[in-house]
């Protein structure tokens, strides 16, 4: 166990439709992670926040937005959804953003998404 | 960005032998994580090593970042080793871990 929580585990839906991921970072971390894994891109970097500020950016697609709040749990919002967007969606966490074993990530158990 | 590359795709073992995944790196690194992805989707933390040499049971990893390459090497492979092995690194870039391709290991009873 990583100490990172996300729910829900799966997600089944259809397309057009909107959800909503949340992860709860490890106890200490400041920074949160998003990665989406598909069968044809791998493992891709969404976006990074640190304390609530945004401090990074991957390839997240505009349909899909993301925050942390005050308590450092995160939310990733997945809008107008697409058969393509059918994924494993991973949230990490790190104490900090650089260097000196600080910026390791723990991942979390994922949560998988079916857009039907 | 930086680039990740690991070796081999695939790899097929019985129970009892050792192997070597190989992950290179296209440019300096400040973070070379490998995880472990077990048949139920988790990735498993196995080592934090932007350089040097570490050992934890049977697996070791050394990573010579001046050459930008890793190792892992995994010993008197269990059934419970099979999964996908990967190898992430971060560049200059904050936050954006880049995973290779990852390598399938099948360990054989």
């Known amino acids: 166990d990583s100490g990172v929580t996300q729910t829900p585990k799966h997600l089944i839906t259809a397309t057009g439709q909107r959800v909503t991921l949340r992860c709860s970072p490890r106890?200490?971390?400041?920074?949160v992670y998003w990665y989406q894994q598909s069968l044809d891109q791998g493992l891709q970097f969404l976006i990074q926040y640190y304390n609530g500020e945004e401090r990074a950016k991957g390839n997240i697609l505009e349909r899909f937005s993301a925050q942390q709040f005050p308590d450092l749990h995160s939310e990733l919002n997945l809008s107008s959804l697409e058969l393509g967007d059918s994924a494993l969606y991973f949230c990490?966490?790190?104490?900090?953003?650089w260097g000196n074993g600080v910026d390791e990530q723990f991942f979390g158990p994922g949560t998988r998404l079916t857009v039907l | 960005g930086i680039q990740v590359e690991q070796s081999p795709p695939d790899l097929i073992l019985q129970e009892g032998a050792n192997s070597t995944l190989r992950c290179n790196f296209s440019?300096?690194?400040?973070?070379l994580q490998w995880f472990h992805q077990n048949p139920w989707g988790q990735l498993i933390n196995l080592f934090y090593i932007p350089s040097g040499t570490k050992q934890n049971g049977r697996l070791s990893a050394t990573t010579v970042a001046t050459e930008r390459y890793s190792l892992l090497y995994i010993s008197s492979s269990q059934t419970t080793d099979s999964g996908v092995y990967f190898c992430?690194?971060?560049?200059?870039?904050?936050?954006?871990?880049?995973f290779g391709q990852g390598t399938i290991l099948t360990v054989h009873p």
């Open positions: 992430a690194a971060l560049g200059t870039s904050y936050g954006k871990l880049t």
């Open positions: 990490a966490s790190s104490v900090g953003v």
């Open positions: 440019d300096s690194v400040n973070n």
């Open positions: 106890s200490g971390d400041l920074s």
